[in-house]
């Protein structure tokens, strides 16, 4: 009897970025875009410092854990992602269509992107983990403390 393999959609493609595929960019778009960080942003570092001032004892994750997760809680089994808006998708239906210079490289980028983040989230939630993810921009409004906090008071 042959086994039904699950359907496994195909991950998106992401043109590599180069002037011989038509993408182009300046020595000082290049330096900008060296400069953007993926750990230790302004938002992640807020959450960082007001979870410790709750009394919440965190990791920031020396191992490279799937997804690089911005704090880990190994006690708790949860792993808490800071997302930018850009870089993640944020309401993407509507910002695609804004991007104006090199499209079809910014638009699969992010799109995969939003792939990757759906199958880290699976990954963990197979594992038995909690994965908690936050907008950059809602950080600042205290929300993500008040849920990280709530359930860690179920956990408890």
């Known amino acids: 009897m042959k086994k039904n393999k699950p359907y496994i959609r195909p991950k998106t493609a992401v043109p590599r970025f180069s002037e011989e595929n038509g993408f182009y960019t300046t020595e000082a778009r290049s330096f900008n875009m060296s400069r953007i960080r993926s750990k230790g942003t302004k938002p992640e570092k807020l959450l960082k410092k007001a979870l410790w001032q709750a009394g919440v004892r965190y990791k920031s994750p020396k191992h490279k854990l799937p997804g690089k997760p911005d704090i880990s809680l190994k006690k708790y089994q949860l792993v808490i992602f800071v997302d930018g808006t850009f870089w993640h998708g944020y309401n993407?239906?509507?910002?695609?269509?804004?991007?104006?210079?090199?499209?079809?490289?910014?638009?699969?980028k992010i799109e995969r992107n939003m792939e990757r983040d759906q199958e880290i989230n699976a990954y963990y939630q197979a594992k038995g983990?909690?994965?908690?993810?936050?907008?950059?921009?809602?950080v600042?409004?205290?929300?993500?403390i008040k849920r990280i906090l709530d359930l860690l008071d179920f956990f408890l």
């Open 92 to 108: 993407w239906e509507e910002r695609k269509h804004t991007i104006k210079s090199n499209r079809e490289f910014w638009i699969a």
């Open 129 to 138: 983990w909690t994965v908690l993810r936050f907008w950059d921009f809602d």
């Open 140 to 144: 600042k409004g205290g929300a993500c």
